[in-house]
């Protein structure tokens, strides 16, 4: 397994709509535990492929230490080939989120609290199943990386640019954190 460096929030991977995954191969099942073992790196809950720069329909998730603190129960490490949400509740509510593309900014986000995903697991089993809560959440915003989206997208004028300084710092590479990211190219003179 292999740790891969994150990209950030400007880089056009992310905002890109992601290429279906179209066979089960074991360098797709590599590719699945070398996101596993970076989303656990970064001590992230999920980690979309667009997130390590390729531009396919997979995320993972473990989101346990959120959805067990909150009461939900817990699901394990679970991977989405192709998601489909084929539906949303009406109820929306906000709840801070972060993303490992967009270090060191937290911002509220309205979702709808329970959704329907349709997807294939690792071994290409079909499923559809119903979430709620902070799980759906998550499914939802590693869903969002498949379709070009940020949850940054979801904030009015105001936030953003409260966020603008801390986005252009992102840019431009001058950020820490406790995983790799993808080297900002220097820019010739």
């Known amino acids: 397994m292999a740790i891969l460096p994150i990209v950030t929030y400007d880089d ?28 656990y790196e970064a001590s992230g809950v999920g980690l979309a492929a667009p997130q390590v720069g390729r531009s396919l329909r997979i995320f993972v998730v473990d989101a346990d230490a959120i959805t067990e603190a ?39 986000v309205t979702r709808p609290d329970s ?20 799980f759906a959440r998550v499914l939802q915003h590693e869903y969002d ?23 252009n710092e992102i840019k431009s590479g001058n950020v820490d954190t406790e995983y790799s990211l993808v080297p900002k190219k220097s820019i010739p003179k």
């Open 12 to 39: 056009p991977v992310l905002r890109n709509p992601a290429e279906p995954v179209e066979s089960n191969t074991p360098e797709l099942q590599t590719f699945i535990d070398d996101l596993f073992e970076t989303m």
């Open 115 to 134: 959704i329907r995903i349709r997807y294939l697991d690792r071994d290409f089993y079909a499923h559809e199943e119903e979430h709620q809560g902070w």
């Open 145 to 167: 990386h498949l379709r070009g989206v940020l949850f940054i997208d979801y904030l009015g004028a105001f936030r953003k640019r409260l966020i603008r300084n801390k986005l």
């Open 70 to 108: 909150e009461g939900e129960g817990t699901y394990g490490p679970r991977v989405y080939i192709n998601p489909e949400i084929v539906s949303d509740q009406d109820y929306l509510w906000d709840a801070e989120e972060g993303c490992l593309s967009i270090p060191d900014v937290r911002e509220k």
